[in-house]
Each structure stands twice: as C-alpha cells, then as structure tokens.
C-alpha cells in the first residue's frame, strides 16, 4: 500500500531553468496540497487541488508558479525561471477529502537552485 | 500575520518524563486542530488530531488539550522517548468535514536525553 510518491527526490536547477516536481497522492485520495519548506522555517501552504481543478491557490507566488492535477497522472508543481530563493524542500500531501483535516505527506522534494 | 504560532522553537527533555508541546492561534474559525511530527529528510507524519467540539484526546502516550477560550492547544507526551525526538508541527484548519488547506505553525524541535 504505497504512501504519497514525490519524485525526484533531490533536484538541483541553474538560475532561469525550470523545476518540475512531481506527487502521485495515495490510492483512493482525490485532495492534493503543496507545501514549502524553507531552512529554519515551517511548512508554507502554497496550493490545494482536486482533480482539474485549483481549490485555493492563495499561497502561490503569483509569477513563476503554477501547479496541475490532470485527470491521469501525478500532480505537478512547476517552477519556471527559477531563482536562488526558491531553494526549498516541497512537500505534497494527500487526503481523501471527506473525513476530517489529516492529511497523508510524501517525503518532499530538496530543490537547490545553483 | 501568523495565524498559528509555536514560541518555543526547541524543547529539552530527560527521558521518562513528560513533554509539553505548546500553540497558540488566532483565527476563531479554525475548528479543527492536528499534531504532526517530523523526522529529517522525511515528510510530516500525523499524530492526533482534535475537533473544536473537544477539549481533550487521547491516544496512548499522547494527548491534546484544546483551551477555545485561549485560543491553546498544548500536546503532552507521557512518558517521553529518545524515539519521540523530532521536530512537532501544528496546525489548524477550518470546516471538520471537508477537507482543506491547514495553516502550520514554524514547528518545535523536541530532544528526549536518555
């Protein structure tokens, strides 16, 4: 029974290049959350999706960011152009939406931008 | 603004003993409230949640303690493991029976001595 998959792991980008992190939430989960965590800080609400559809996108910088949950598929979340301070750990967390608040993480994504 | 805040960034303490975890919030519709605990490299993992129809829950070693009126919640953990030694996070949302985004405090790096 495999948990929230997030992929890669580790990812390192030169300034102006595109990230591209995946998140193929838990079997049966249809809510889908992206966080970011930066050195010495807690985790940063950035987008909740459902499947083709944007929730609450209010914590997501409003240039360079955008993130996807197509019909088939992982979840996306990608940034272009990508600067130093976007070097982060990202995490994806999963629910199934209908019984309460908990949600299930994956272990993250390290983006390192050079 | 932070809506949930931990003002204790670490917390020390001798094996055996109690923890007392602390948070506070701000926004009156947050009505659901959740633990998570966080090893390096790794994703949160859930804890125990509470609903704001509560003021106690109890799960084992660990239990949270809901003050609506403070506007608090404190998590203990009884009796304390060099196991239990991680960064806890917590978090609260608003609406028990959807699902949607949490707000998370900064975390609390607990450290159990044996």
């Known amino acids: 029974n495999a948990g929230v998959m997030q992929n890669p792991r580790h990812l390192v980008r030169r300034r102006g290049q595109e990230a591209r992190l995946r998140c193929s939430p838990m079997?049966?989960?249809?809510?889908v959350y992206w966080y970011r965590q930066l050195p010495e800080e807690g985790l940063k609400f950035m987008v909740y999706?459902?499947?083709?559809?944007?929730?609450?996108e209010s914590g997501m910088p409003k240039e360079r960011f955008s993130a996807e949950f197509p019909k088939e598929g992982p979840s996306i979340l990608r940034i272009q152009q990508v600067v130093r301070g976007d070097s982060a750990a990202y995490f994806c967390?999963?629910?199934?939406?209908?019984?309460?608040?908990?949600?299930?993480f994956g272990p993250g994504t390290r983006l390192t931008v050079l | 603004d932070q809506q949930v805040k931990q003002n204790s960034p670490s917390l020390s303490v001798q094996e055996g003993r109690i923890s007392i975890l602390n948070c506070d919030y701000t926004?009156?519709?947050?009505?659901?409230f959740l633990w998570y605990k966080k090893y390096p490299a790794e994703g949160p993992t859930f804890l125990i949640s509470?609903?704001?129809?509560?003021d106690k829950n109890e799960d084992g070693r660990f239990t949270v303690f809901l003050n609506k009126s403070a506007k608090h919640l404190s998590l203990h953990i009884v009796p304390s493991q060099p196991g239990d030694s991680a960064v806890y996070f917590c978090?609260?949302?608003?609406?028990?029976?959807?699902?949607?985004?949490?707000?998370f405090g900064d975390g609390t790096t607990l450290t159990v001595k044996p």
């Open positions: 967390a999963s629910s199934p939406g209908f019984r309460g608040n908990e949600q299930f």
């Open positions: 978090a609260a949302s608003g609406g028990h029976t959807n699902a949607g985004k949490s707000t």
């Open positions: 079997k049966g989960h249809s809510h």
């Open positions: 509470i609903s704001s129809i509560k």
């Open positions: 999706l459902q499947k083709e559809n944007i929730i609450d």
């Open positions: 926004n009156s519709m947050f009505d659901y």
